[in-house]
């Protein structure tokens, strides 16, 4: 059973950057696209970036341009590059496999908040 530990979060001002960490573990990682999502207060959860198993990135328009997704197998690790946040940004952040399994698992979370 695949799970997922995201860290990286923090309190960031608008135009900040942030890193975030992904870390699987009890999958086959590296043959595996991997997707980080997010879910704003009151929001639903939604696709923010995508890498496939051979590092191609697909992205959400609404981050296209600031927001870089990049992974490490040898580590089982996917990052989130987040630079030029805006308030729209807020939101906890997971990881979880792409396509979404059903029914799908998720870690905890890390929270990004950005506010001035």
């Known amino acids: 059973q695949v799970q997922f530990v995201e860290s990286g979060g923090g309190l960031v001002q608008p135009g900040g950057s942030l890193r975030l960490s992904c870390t699987a573990s009890g999958t086959a990682f590296s043959i595996n696209d991997i997707g980080w999502y997010r879910q704003g207060l009151g929001k639903q959860r939604e696709p923010v970036a995508i890498i496939s198993e051979w590092h191609v990135p697909h992205y959400a328009e609404f981050v296209k341009g600031r927001f870089v997704i990049s992974r490490d197998n040898a580590k089982n690790t996917v990052f989130l590059q987040m630079n030029h946040l805006n308030p729209e940004d807020t939101a906890v952040y997971y990881c979880?496999?792409?396509?979404?399994?059903?029914?799908?698992?998720w870690g905890q979370g890390t929270q990004v908040t950005v506010s001035s």
């Open positions: 979880n496999l792409s396509p979404l399994p059903q029914p799908s698992i």
